[in-house]
T-cell receptor
Framework: GQQLNQSPQSMFIQEGEDVSMNCTSSSIFNTWLWYKQDPGEGPVLLIALYKAGELTSNGRLTAQFGITRKDSFLNISASIPSDVGIYFCAGDGGGGSNYKLTFGKGTLLTVNP | NAGVTQTPKFQVLKTGQSMTLQCAQDMNHNSMYWYRQDPGMGLRLIYYSASEGTTDKGEVPNGYNVSRLNKREFSLRLESAAPSQTSVYFC???????????FGPGTRLTVL
């Protein structure tokens, strides 16, 4: 099946620093999604990307759909303590009426105040 | 709108006991999913239902059964719980398969 490689697995940063994480796949995806999971909660959608090359922002978050359609990037600028959590990428590879999302294993972000 | 609701929020079982995790959504979504989340393993799909009346196995279906009761509700049953099923279980739904999924708050299950 399709697999997503998400990196890094974890990050420890100081408040105010910028953060970058990415997901790569050996397969082409039609949609890329980025979710955030706060401690003790379910994942919440941050950004959705639908076209190769698309760059979309949501406040301090910016995500890009890679030109090859095999990768996506998420950047967080000027991190704050509430950015702490697990960030998941997810992709939709298409392929029929029963296709479903594939999730990366997540990036655990810790922000030191 | 409540979105996706899950009950119970916490549960402790003994090995061999059975239980059903309940999930409901009020967004008129067609597709629903059950995931488990373990440390370092990300979200692993247990079962999904692309539409009312259909269910399919995901990545880790062994030891579980599901029922798509109606368009709103999708339950997950553990017939004979094992310690390896200690996990956090998330239900999710989407308008159609492969579209953005909305997650519930999770059920934290411990099997002793």
């Amino acid at each position: 099946g399709q697999q997503l490689n998400q990196s890094p697995q974890s990050m420890f940063i100081q408040e105010g620093e910028d953060v970058s994480m990415n997901c790569t796949s050996s397969s082409i995806f039609n949609t890329w999604l980025w979710y955030k999971q706060d401690p003790g909660e379910g994942p919440v959608l941050l950004i959705a990307l639908y076209k190769a090359g698309e760059l979309t922002s949501n406040g301090r978050l910016t995500a890009q759909f890679g030109i090859t359609r095999k990768d996506s990037f998420l950047n967080i600028s000027a991190s704050i303590p509430s950015d702490v959590g697990i960030y998941f990428c997810a992709g939709d590879g298409g392929g029929g009426s029963n296709y479903k999302l594939t999730f990366g294993k997540g990036t655990l972000l810790t922000v030191n105040p | 709108n409540a979105g996706v609701t899950q009950t119970p929020k916490f549960q402790v079982l003994k090995t061999g006991q059975s239980m059903t995790l309940q999930c409901a959504q009020d967004m008129n979504h067609n597709s629903m999913y059950w995931y488990r989340q373990d440390p370092g393993m990300g979200l692993r799909l247990i079962y999904y239902s692309a539409s009312e009346g259909t269910t399919d196995k995901g990545e880790v279906p062994n030891g579980y059964n599901v029922s798509r009761l109606n368009k709103r509700e999708f339950s997950l049953r553990l017939e004979s719980a094992a310690p390896s099923q200690t996990s956090v279980y998330f239900c999710a739904s989407s308008e159609f398969s492969g579209r953005r999924e909305v997650f519930g708050p999770g059920t934290r299950l411990t099997v002793l």
